[in-house]
């Protein structure tokens, strides 16, 4: 069984920056793309940003393009989501998750997640 535990969110003035992490359990973490999720209070999730198994190939959402950054190490089972020159509007919980072997922006596509980490975002 694959696991997914978050870490690394909190509440944040805007403009400032938070680091999330993930650590997934499994040693197939390297084959897979791995994605991140947020959702808002009243909203439904919303692709944010998936990095593809290499670490070569990341894609993220319109929202959020240049201020945040997904990334990888392999080595070490991690997947992180830096994120920076935060607003209001990024406030959420936001979850990791394991997508399929190529980079999907399509929720349905990944099969685990985790249990979500909570972002605040004050003005």
């Known amino acids: 069984q694959v696991q997914l535990v978050e870490s690394g969110g909190g509440l944040v003035q805007a403009g400032g920056s938070l680091r999330l992490s993930c650590a997934p359990s499994?040693?197939?973490?390297?084959?897979?793309?791995m994605g991140w999720f947020r959702q808002a209070p009243g909203k439904e999730r919303e692709f944010v940003a998936t990095?593809?198994?290499?670490?070569?190939?990341?894609y993220y959402a319109d929202s959020v393009k240049g201020r945040f950054t997904i990334s990888r190490d392999n080595a070490k089972n991690t997947v992180a989501l830096q994120m920076n020159s935060l607003k209001p509007e990024d406030t959420a919980v936001y979850y990791c998750?394991?997508?399929?072997?190529?980079?999907?922006?399509?929720?349905?596509?990944?099969?685990?997640w985790g249990q979500g980490t909570q972002v605040t975002v004050s003005s």
């Open positions: 990095i593809s198994w290499s670490g070569g190939s990341t």
């Open positions: 998750a394991r997508g399929p072997p190529t980079p999907s922006v399509l929720e349905y596509a990944y099969a685990y």
């Open positions: 499994g040693r197939t973490f390297s084959s897979y793309a």
